[in-house]
T-cell receptor
Framework: AQSVTQLGSHVSVSEGALVLLRCNYS??????LFWYVQYPNQGLQLLLK??????LVKGINGFEAEFKKSETSFHLTKPSAHMSDAAEYFCAVSDGGTASKLTFGTGTRLQVTL | EAGVAQSPRYKIIEKRQSVAFWCNPI?????LYWYQQILGQGPKLLIQFQNNGVVDDSQLPKDRFSAERLKGVDSTLKIQPAKLEDSAVYLC?????????????FGPGTRLTVL
């Protein structure tokens, strides 16, 4: 069975500061990993995904994540936070097979302060 | 391109009542998903359709929840009778095909409150 752990349900950063949202996964097969963002009263939007190949993945809005197999991690980063980044972020894993079932973490709410 | 549409956006009912949610996926998307997102948790898959057939409904509480996707396009999720613990946001998503390469596009969700 797959699972995702997101450390920190709330993260607060100053505008312009580094954003680091942590995600660790558990999977019995090579995982596919995803980060989604959810703005208030909206559905989830895909930020980036890792399937195979390059372990550093770049996504939309300046976000990137690095797949580290040895650490079973897929942390999300952004060099400089913007007020518009305030949202809830979800890490998810799938088994990469023909089925596309996603298992989500519990989410991290990012607050950006002036 | 129009996104995934859901209605209603909000619904308040009393326990033991029934409720139905509707989803219209992106045109041409063969795969449709219903997720339940309880406050403070990540979305949990309830059921996955490939065209009008069920691929995975292992986490659907079948004694009270039902879903259908007639003609392989729109889908309806029903709860009968509702319980307090069903209060959640119900998200519909669609993808071109049922594999992990394909991005799932999410609708805005229906927020259900059971009193």
């Amino acid at each position: 069975a797959q699972s995702v752990t997101q450390l920190g349900s709330h993260v607060s950063v100053s505008e312009g500061a580094l954003v680091l949202l942590r995600c660790n996964y558990s999977s019995s097969v090579p995982p596919y990993l995803f980060w989604y963002v959810q703005y208030p009263n909206q559905g989830l939007q895909l930020l980036l995904k890792y399937t195979t190949g390059a372990t550093l993945v770049k996504g939309i809005n300046g976000f990137e994540a690095e797949f580290k197999k040895s650490e079973t991690s897929f942390h999300l980063t952004k060099p400089s936070a913007h007020m518009s980044d305030a949202a809830e972020y979800f890490c998810a894993v799938s088994d990469g097979g023909t089925a596309s079932k996603l298992t989500f973490g519990t989410g991290t709410r990012l607050q950006v302060t002036l | 391109e129009a996104g995934v549409a859901q209605s209603p956006r909000y619904k308040i009912i009393e326990k033991r009542q029934s409720v139905a949610f509707w989803c219209n996926p992106i045109s041409g998307h063969a795969t449709l998903y219903w997720y339940q997102q309880i406050l403070g948790q990540g979305p949990k898959l309830l059921i996955q359709f490939q065209n009008n057939g069920v691929v995975d409904d292992s986490q659907l509480p079948k004694d009270r929840f039902s879903a259908e996707r007639l003609k392989g396009v729109d889908s309806t999720l029903k709860i009968q009778p509702a319980k307090l613990e069903d209060s959640a946001v119900y998200l519909c998503a669609s993808s071109l095909r049922a594999d992990s390469y394909n991005e799932q596009f999410f609708g805005p969700g229906t927020r259900l409150t059971v009193l």
